[in-house]
């Protein structure tokens, strides 16, 4: 085991993070679709944008967050590195640190370990072009991770959450009251993407972190991320959150700006 821990983490100084504005929809996927996303996850082999090699030794610790060491969630280390650029890399690891932290501060229990730490490092799937969809990319990721589990020979029940810890994953009011695993990866999430709750975690903690998952211009890299996702598949981003990001990058749908919540309900064919 690598123990990269400088010191004991103080967890009853880390008070529960506020969350972000977010919201979700489901949209579920056509068989055809999850077939190919097993062709895909049998047969990819893909450079990463920024080649690296992960975690020499799958079984570390981070400030006091112990990384479960077993096969599924090994395979999971190896197919988020093969598949994403190293920003997002660190951003996942990063999601399952400060999420246990958070979940653990709240006094909740994980029950299964293997499902919160693969539900974090496969968050994000939805974005890199390995798996690209037709959906919002939190949808596309779950379904993505799902078809990954089932190849490994997880249980449906267990292979259903890992989905409902990555579809969830933006849905504040939603994801917090669900299973200890979604909660997660929600709010590690939205502490790493958003800060909510960083100023509650000590500074020592943060900084033994990100020395070790630095965030390699994060902020800069994983809007582009956003804006590429969006211009791609600007109608999936309609009445969800990503439509802000979408609508600041100058994305069309038809030749037109995407329309509001506002402007759909005021169009609808009622008179009154």
């Not at 650029?85 to 951003?91: E, I, R, T």
């Not at 991770?145 to 449906?156: D, R, T």
Request: proline share 7%.
């Amino acid at each position: 085991m690598i123990d990269t821990t400088s010191a004991p983490v103080p967890t009853h100084h880390f008070q529960t993070p506020g969350m972000a504005p977010w919201f979700n929809s489901m949209i579920p996927l056509p068989a055809r679709v999850l077939l190919s996303l097993h062709q895909s996850l049998r047969t990819h082999h893909i450079e990463t944008e920024v080649p690296f090699r992960p975690m020499a030794n799958k079984l570390v610790t981070v400030a006091g967050v112990q990384f479960p060491d077993t096969t599924l969630c090994n395979v999971a280390v190896d197919l988020l590195a093969e598949t994403s650029p190293k920003f997002l890399y660190n951003h996942c690891i990063r999601t399952y640190v400060f999420g246990s932290l958070a979940v653990k501060a709240m006094g909740r229990t994980v029950i299964d370990e293997e499902i919160a730490f693969c539900g974090s490092l496969l968050h994000d799937l939805g974005l890199v072009t390995a798996f690209e969809g037709e959906n919002r990319f939190e949808v596309d990721g779950a379904d993505a991770a799902q078809a990954f589990c089932e190849l490994h020979k997880v249980p449906p029940a267990r292979a259903e959450k890992v989905w409902e810890t990555i579809a969830f994953h933006t849905s504040p009011g939603i994801a917090p009251r669900m299973a200890a695993e979604v909660a997660l990866v929600h709010f590690g999430a939205g502490l790493e993407f958003l800060g909510f709750g960083l100023d509650q975690v000590p500074p020592e903690i943060v900084a033994n972190i990100l020395a070790i998952f630095p965030r390699l211009n994060f902020k800069s890299a994983f809007r582009d991320l956003l804006i590429a996702h969006c211009r791609r598949n600007p109608a999936a981003q309609i009445l969800t959150w990503t439509d802000d990001v979408a609508r600041a990058a100058g994305c069309t749908l038809h030749g037109r700006p995407l329309p509001t919540a506002t402007q759909l309900m005021s169009a609808a064919g009622f008179d009154e």
